[in-house]
């Protein structure tokens, strides 16, 4: 659900990167479309999935942390490294061994 939601809007209001979706948070890299503000897509990501998970789960209020953590992507080699720790981020956490083996990820996509 989660997934969908950012897959939902990408080409129209941003192009989305990259993503992992851990089982406590996510990670989504982002190239903003023209007029659009990411805390304006943070906030559409969150609002959405937080009452589609509460419906789920059956219960209400606050799912997801209030802030969020950006960062600017300085070249071409920040953004590639960027997209590779938020790929690997399962394996480093000890979840798979491989990261296209994450299925809430877009280096499943990558593989080859």
Request: aromatic letters at 12%; one cysteine or more.
């Amino acid at each position: 659900m989660v997934e969908d939601a950012l897959l939902h809007f990408d080409g129209n209001r941003y192009r989305l990167l990259a993503w992992c979706l851990m089982p406590n948070h996510a990670h989504v890299v982002v190239e903003i479309v023209s007029e659009n503000s990411l805390s304006e897509i943070v906030g559409s990501w969150k609002s959405f999935t937080a009452k589609q998970a509460n419906k789920a789960i059956g219960r209400s209020g606050a799912f997801w942390h209030a802030d969020y953590f950006d960062r600017y992507m300085r070249d071409e080699g920040h953004l590639a490294r960027t997209i590779d720790y938020v790929e690997s981020n399962p394996v480093k956490a000890g979840l798979i061994k491989v990261a296209d083996e994450w299925a809430w990820s877009s280096a499943r996509l990558r593989k080859t």
